[in-house]
Nanobody, 123 residues
């Protein structure tokens, strides 16, 4: 059983807005730190944004001005929005979750990962 399932990827043009969802079967979602990461072709996976179990939100410096992350506790879904996408936003976007304490911007310490969803930004 997949614990995390991402959706919303696809093809976008520069300047479009991106909205990704992460549906989770983990219960209750308020007991988990949840995060978004992305991996561009030929690059390492990198942190994008996260919501701690208590609701504290953290963004990467590179995306903080264009990103919004939110969590629907009732629906057990986390949503990432990125405005004004660039070709450099092309990547596979992953959702992650853990019930443990961790450095939320780190790749390490996450117990669950989704399969990822491809986002391609091109004119």
């Amino acid at each position: 059983q997949e614990r995390l399932v991402e959706s919303g990827g696809g093809f976008l043009q520069p300047g479009d807005s991106l909205s990704l969802s992460c549906a989770t079967s983990l219960r209750p979602v308020t007991m988990y730190n949840m995060g978004w990461f992305r991996q561009a072709p030929g690059k390492e996976r990198e942190f994008v944004a996260a919501i701690s179990w208590s609701g504290t939100i953290t963004y990467s410096d590179a995306l903080k001005d264009r990103s919004t992350v939110s969590r629907d506790n009732a629906g057990n879904t986390m949503v990432l929005q990125i405005d004004t996408v660039h070709p450099e936003d092309t990547a596979v976007y992953y959702c992650a979750a853990t019930g443990q304490t961790l450095v939320i911007t780190s790749l390490h310490g996450w117990d669950y990962w989704g399969q990822g969803t491809q986002v391609t930004v091109s004119s």
